[in-house]
């Protein structure tokens, strides 16, 4: 059997290993910030019931345009944003391709600030993008100050930003990215994954777009939405964006089904986002309960906690492993990443973290990092 250097593979892919968390069969899964609560019963049987209705029709090509969905998508939002200012795919992932497929590619450049998401990166290298690795300020922020001294210092035609940054968990202010924006004629994207689990009454990057052709934000229905298996992102920014999405997307991209079940989940986007408070519970307790353990955390304003004082990491991550519990080793050193849970699985994780032997697994705290 060929392996993968028998190929006449790229030579920038060679050496490159692909994207993907740990896939264990456990009882309580924290590592991958999926939202471990299950879709409604009576959102699920009108989900069904709109897909038995497309079923029927699967013959045919599926509305190339998704008109009804960028409009529900729209609604949802809000932000005077039209049907115009949207686009979606098959995850946030797909959209972010898109985009690099659109703005960047070989010869063009993408500035990002690491720790962050790791598909950023994976997602330039595959476009044949160059990735520039940004350093961020003390305890994981970007101030505007060192947003326009990176893009000044590299002259990226795309700037990526996660707010709030996946892994850390750290905000990111509106200032940073106006300031990012006005120091670049390139593409600015803000990943807002985790938008919904910031405070309600903050503003996110969608109030920047007006009169911002080149800034583009871009939201999934896998976290908040609990729709992880549907596989649905989307992006809102000027309507010109969305027509330069339109050169590079493959021929009817979203399924008939996908566009079916994503409406009517946004049909009771207040009964599946009631989830969200529940878990903002859960994410602040183990804030205040991992200190308590002598594990220092960093602010987190995501569905998931980054909690620092782990001597090693590996260990601690198998140890909980054992007891049928997988949580994230994201590769920086002393830390590890939790995803907030029901308040049993959340239970369930501090009793087991705070049981184990810390001469077995090499844990302690290591001093106050952040809280």
Known sequence: MA???????????RGLTPYGAPQEHVRIRLNVNENTHPIPEAVATDIVTALAAVVLGLNRYPDREFTQLRESL???????????????????????????????????????????????????????????????????EISPQTAVHWIEKTKPDIVFFCS?????????SLDTIVAAYDAT??????????AEFAPA???TALGLLAGRERLIVSRTM???FAFAGARLGFLAADPAVTDALRLVRLPYHLSALTQAAAIAALAHSGEMLAMVDDIKEQRDRLLEELPRLGYPVWRSWANFVLFGGVENPHAVFEALLEQDIIIRDIGIPNHLRVTAGTATETTAFLEALGGLDAGAVGTGALGKINS
């Not at 709030?164 to 990111?172: A, E, I, V």
């Open 222 to 224: 896998s976290k908040a």
């Open 185 to 194: 004629d390139g593409i600015v994207v803000v990943d807002e994954a985790y």
């Open 74 to 140: 729209a609604g949802y939002l809000g932000s005077g944003l039209t049907r115009d200012n949207i686009w979606a795919a098959n995850g946030s992932n797909e959209v972010l391709q898109q985009i690099m497929q659109a703005f960047g590619g070989p010869g063009r450049s993408v500035l990002g600030f690491p720790p962050t998401y790791s598909m950023h990166s994976i997602i330039a290298a595959g476009t044949g993008t160059t990735w520039i690795a940004g350093e961020r300020d003390a305890a994981f």
């Open 164 to 172: 709030p940054n996946n892994p850390t968990g750290t905000p990111l």
């Open 201 to 203: 009454e903050l503003p």
């Open 3 to 13: 392996s993968l250097n028998d190929l006449p593979i790229r030579d920038d892919l």
